[in-house]
């Protein structure tokens, strides 16, 4: 676990999250599930700690407890709403919880994760987190990065995560009653893992200095030409006139 990039996990179980908390971490990530039975709630912390994590620089996710008793488009759609109400910005993990055994746990599973694409668009990556017992199970589930819990000193064997080829987080232990985690890789990999996600720079093009001269073909319009020459329609009429 040396060079492995190291983060925690939080929710409403522990205190809230201060910024000497997360030193030393390259991500962290909390709870936005708080469940009455079968009605949905926010965990008391989410926010707060949401905040936290973006005020010290690291990469952050949020984590739904998935129920297999309520609709998985509702679950993805509070979840999400949750989400963006506190901030949601490209390069935050969502991640389904799914860690409760039944025979409808893959189709949930599946079901809830593509909800959560639809909602958040394609710059958040979606993750499964679960553990053996279940993650065997979720046959269909497998396009989406696993985090998985494994309490042990060493990385989960293939044998263990399978259906997946390979995890993308471990929760590997506890530090002071918090969960900890491992990221595959350095912090460099996270970053560069989490940088495929994020939205492709617009370069604009630099605006011409004097006229431009061109050759219309009369099929665009005089802004078209002008947006296209990186220049403004008055430099198009200049050199035209």
Known sequence: MVASAQGKDYSAYQSPVGASDLTG??????????????????????????????????????????SLDVSAASQAAYFVKAVKTAGL????????????????ADAMTHA????VEALAGPHCPVLVYTNHDVGQHL????????????????????????PWKAWRLWQWGEIGSVDADAANGTEADLDGWVATYLPVPV??????????TVTADGKQTLA???????????GILRATA
């Open 224 to 234: 078209q030409i002008a947006t296209a020459h990186g220049t403004q329609p008055s």
């Open 25 to 66: 971490l390259s991500f962290a990530i909390c709870r936005v599930s708080n469940w009455s039975g079968t009605v949905m709630g926010t965990d008391t912390h989410f926010e707060g700690n949401w905040r936290q994590f973006k005020a010290s620089g690291i990469h952050r996710g949020a984590y739904w407890y998935l």
């Open 203 to 212: 370069v604009a093009k630099p605006v011409a200095a004097g006229p431009v």
């Open 89 to 104: 910005q490209p390069g935050d993990m969502l991640i389904c919880d799914s860690e409760v055994p039944g025979p409808n």
């Open 139 to 162: 046959t269909s589930c497998t396009g989406w990065p696993l985090w998985f819990a494994w309490p042990s000193p060493v990385a989960p064997p293939a044998s263990l995560i399978a």
């Open 112 to 115: 809830f994760c593509t909800e």
